[in-house]
């Protein structure tokens, strides 16, 4: 039920997605196209979601130092309810301290009128003493300072100081506790990306290119994109810098049959058409029926004809595409999505290493069904948003172990102007805090 207060619309959807595992921009959506909140209101919302959900491990660390009860043994409205007060407090300049304490008592006397004046003491108490709280130390412990000051599970914190080391995961770890710029990519069957940063500044919207995809623009928009007339035009589609360089580095060509194997929402098969001068064939599959009408109604509104939606799961041995072989493959494949946290915070709270793990060995198998159906001389592109080696390097030196006909193809040599994008190995590594764009992965593989 949609509200007109931002703090109460806020409490309920952090109840929703602690309850049900709901994802945050698809209720803050929702919420906001009731139309109940207006003005300054609606970016309050949006603001607390996600600020709460990114801090959330900070926020539960000045709670505890705060409250006479264990943190575990709260109740769980009390303990969102402390959380909106708190990021408010702590993070917010433009709420006085003053009205995030009182709003959010007055929020608690609706919804827990019992816990009203505790949750006032931890507030105030935490203001007051907001100079001397005290976090884990960064030599002992620095995996619990990075988890504690930066808002990231403990695990994740390790697992970045064991790839990049303390100094430059304490700069991983604070980038992915910020909000991501959004990034569009130019339809060039369309329109060329001058022209469309064009026409944007015309609408009123901030742009700037981007850094490495000749196709990215970056832009600064509130509210959402689709009440722009570009976008309904179909001159451009919302997705990452490091989304759009994967399907680059597959390097499609005009008339090639494709596949793209978890195609959902159609962000890679309409680039991959796009590089393409939408002239070949462009199979894209997906396990879901429903996801697959995202993709032919995102190639209407660019104005696609090469793609054609299959429902595949690609988890199981593939018959139907046993007729002819492919050109070439792009398996951006299912996973924890630790390089995307920025965008959906509520996800690293869902995730441990042992999942990590579990996600690898359907990452290998996703491979392993693929790889047959790609015609000799072919290229396959693995990729994922996920920062952990066991479902990167790891999966692709598996493959390779049992696969000799397969070789990697360095994508340093074949895209030199990006150099610095690659690893010694030639695998394509996105990181937040040294390209701006979101934690990506990508192995380019040719059959010999």
């Known amino acids: 039920m949609s509200s007109s207060n931002p703090r109460s619309a806020a409490f309920e959807i952090l109840l929703r997605?602690?309850?049900?595992?709901?994802?945050?921009?698809?209720?803050?959506?929702?919420?906001?196209?009731?139309?109940?909140?207006?003005?300054p209101d609606r970016g309050l919302l949006t603001e607390l979601v996600y600020g709460v959900l990114r801090r959330q491990a900070t926020l539960d660390h000045i709670i505890r130092r705060f409250s006479s009860q264990r943190l575990e043994r709260l109740e769980r409205s009390v303990l969102l309810?402390?959380?909106?007060?708190?990021?408010?407090?702590?993070?917010l300049d433009r709420v006085p301290v003053s009205a995030a304490v009182n709003e959010?008592?007055?929020?608690?006397?609706?919804?827990?009128?019992?816990?009203?004046?505790?949750?006032?003491?931890?507030?105030?108490?935490?203001?007051?003493?907001?100079?001397?709280?005290?976090?884990?130390?960064?030599?002992?412990?620095?995996?619990?300072?990075?988890?504690?000051?930066?808002?990231?599970?403990v695990w994740l914190a390790a697992a970045?100081?064991?790839?990049?080391?303390?100094?430059?995961?304490?700069?991983?770890?604070?980038?992915?506790?910020e909000p991501p710029a959004i990034t569009v990519r130019t339809n060039t069957l369309k329109t060329t990306r001058q022209q469309l940063m064009e026409i944007l500044s015309a609408e009123g919207v901030q742009c700037e290119a981007g850094r490495f995809s000749p196709m990215a623009i970056r832009i600064n928009l509130s509210g959402s994109v689709s009440r722009l007339k570009s976008f309904r035009d179909g001159l451009f589609f919302v997705q990452d810098e490091s989304s759009q360089?994967?399907?680059?580095?597959?390097?499609?060509?005009?008339?090639?049959?494709?596949?793209?194997?978890?195609?959902?929402?159609?962000?890679?098969?309409?680039?991959?058409?796009?590089?393409?001068?939408?002239?070949?064939?462009?199979?894209?599959?997906?396990?879901?029926?429903?996801?697959?009408?995202?993709?032919?109604?995102n190639a209407a509104r660019l104005g696609i004809s090469s793609i054609r939606t299959v429902l595949l799961d690609t988890a199981r041995p593939l018959k139907t595409?046993?007729?002819?072989?492919?050109?070439?493959?792009?398996?951006?494949?299912?996973?924890?999505?630790?390089?995307?946290?920025?965008?959906?915070?509520?996800?690293?709270?869902?995730?441990?290493?042992?999942?990590?793990?579990?996600?690898a060995k359907g990452q290998r198998t996703l491979l392993e069904n693929l790889a047959g159906h790609l015609k000799s001389g072919g290229s396959l592109l693995y990729a994922t948003c996920s920062t952990a080696v066991e479902?990167?390097?790891?999966?692709?030196?598996?493959?390779?172990?049992?696969?000799?006909?397969?070789?990697?193809?360095?994508?340093?040599?074949?895209?030199?102007?990006?150099?610095?994008?690659?690893?010694?190995?030639?695998?394509?590594r996105a990181w937040p805090h040294r390209h701006g764009m979101d934690g990506f992965f990508a192995a380019r593989l040719k059959k010999k």
């Open 321 to 359: 595409l046993e007729r002819s072989p492919l050109d070439r493959i792009l398996l951006d494949a299912p996973c924890s999505g630790l390089g995307v946290i920025r965008r959906n915070p509520e996800g690293k709270w869902w995730k441990s290493a042992a999942d990590v793990i579990d996600l």
């Open 104 to 153: 959010t008592v007055k929020l608690a006397k609706v919804l827990v009128p019992r816990a009203s004046g505790f949750i006032n003491a931890v507030l105030r108490n935490a203001d007051r003493e907001r100079d001397h709280i005290s976090y884990p130390d960064r030599e002992i412990d620095p995996a619990a300072y990075l988890a504690t000051v930066y808002s990231h599970p």
């Open 391 to 428: 479902e990167n390097e790891a999966v692709i030196e598996a493959f390779l172990s049992r696969h000799d006909e397969f070789v990697i193809e360095n994508l340093r040599l074949l895209f030199p102007d990006l150099a610095e994008l690659f690893t010694p190995a030639g695998f394509f």
């Open 245 to 297: 360089l994967a399907a680059m580095f597959l390097g499609p060509q005009a008339g090639e049959r494709v596949l793209d194997a978890c195609a959902a929402p159609g962000g890679k098969s309409t680039q991959l058409a796009q590089l393409m001068g939408d002239r070949g064939e462009i199979l894209a599959c997906d396990v879901i029926g429903r996801k697959l009408k995202l993709v032919d109604e």
């Open 160 to 177: 970045w100081i064991g790839q990049l080391g303390l100094d430059e995961a304490e700069m991983l770890a604070r980038a992915m506790a």
């Open 81 to 91: 309810l402390l959380r909106i007060g708190l990021y408010q407090m702590f993070y």
């Open 17 to 39: 997605i602690d309850k049900e595992r709901s994802y945050a921009d698809i209720l803050i959506d929702r919420e906001l196209s009731a139309g109940a909140l207006q003005g």
